[in-house]
């Protein structure tokens, strides 16, 4: 599995900066709680994407949209039960609600060991989704973090969630302290930016002018000229 790279480098540059602005001691990085529910206050959907790009703001979702979503979303909860029952799991729990957060799916393997799984409809499983499953992670050591679609299951080994963790309290750190950069620290990242509605970006600007090019192109019988993000 793809190893997690964010670099928080502009978080403790800024955080030293304030610190001898102030005359005071910098102090020493902190190992961030292991557990999402005590130390996180935003949903491990969005903390995942503002770990990758501290700037990003959700774009809205109409009616449509959510309807097309939660209904790919129930069958790909189907088939990762059935896959499991197969397999010899016991299922515990359906979207389990606990302290904010939702747990798709709870299930204890044949050796009794438990197993918390966040599901997707998407067929490719990306850095966001992993993140956003390490986020659920609550410190149990007896418990599998598992991300899984409709055909695979992916489980997060415990160095991973545990520098997740230590991304998401940086982050956190930065967002509560440092706002306003945080607006324009721009990180460009397709699954990231397909979903944000930060009109400050560059990027996203870029984005838009690509598409209403090859829109124009595609209505004149042309072909698209112009890559999105350029």
């Given at each position: 599995?793809?190893?997690l790279e964010v670099n928080t480098s502009c978080f403790r540059t800024a955080s030293t900066a304030r ?106 499983l990306t850095d966001v989704h992993k993140i956003q499953a390490a986020l659920y992670w609550d410190g ?66 870029g984005r838009l002018v690509a598409t209403i090019v090859n829109e124009v192109k595609a209505m004149e ?10």
């Amino acid at each position: 599995m793809a190893r997690l790279e964010v670099n928080t480098s502009c978080f403790r540059t800024a955080s030293t900066a304030r610190h001898k602005a102030k005359g005071t001691d910098v102090p020493t990085q902190r190992v961030a709680p292991l557990s999402i529910r005590r130390s996180l206050r935003l949903s491990p959907s969005k903390m995942a994407r503002l770990i990758i790009c501290p700037a990003y703001i959700p774009a809205p979702f109409n009616n449509e949209d959510r309807l097309r979503f939660q209904g790919l979303h129930a069958i790909a909860m189907l088939r990762v039960i059935g896959r499991h029952l197969k397999q010899g799991f016991q299922l515990k729990s359906v979207e389990r609600s606990e302290n904010r957060v939702r747990i798709d799916l709870e299930f204890q393997s044949p050796d009794g060991r438990g197993r918390l799984h966040e599901v997707k409809s998407a067929r490719e499983l990306t850095d966001v989704h992993k993140i956003q499953a390490a986020l659920y992670w609550d410190g149990d050591g007896n418990h599998e973090v598992v991300l899984s679609n409709g055909s695979k299951d992916i489980v997060l080994p415990r160095e991973y969630l545990e520098k997740v963790h230590r991304e998401a309290e940086a982050t956190t750190a930065f967002l509560r302290d440092f706002p306003d950069e945080a607006t324009i620290a721009f990180r460009p990242n397709p699954a990231v930016c397909r979903y944000c509605a930060n009109d400050q970006c560059t990027f996203l600007a870029g984005r838009l002018v690509a598409t209403i090019v090859n829109e124009v192109k595609a209505m004149e019988g042309g072909t698209p000229s112009v890559k999105e993000g350029q």
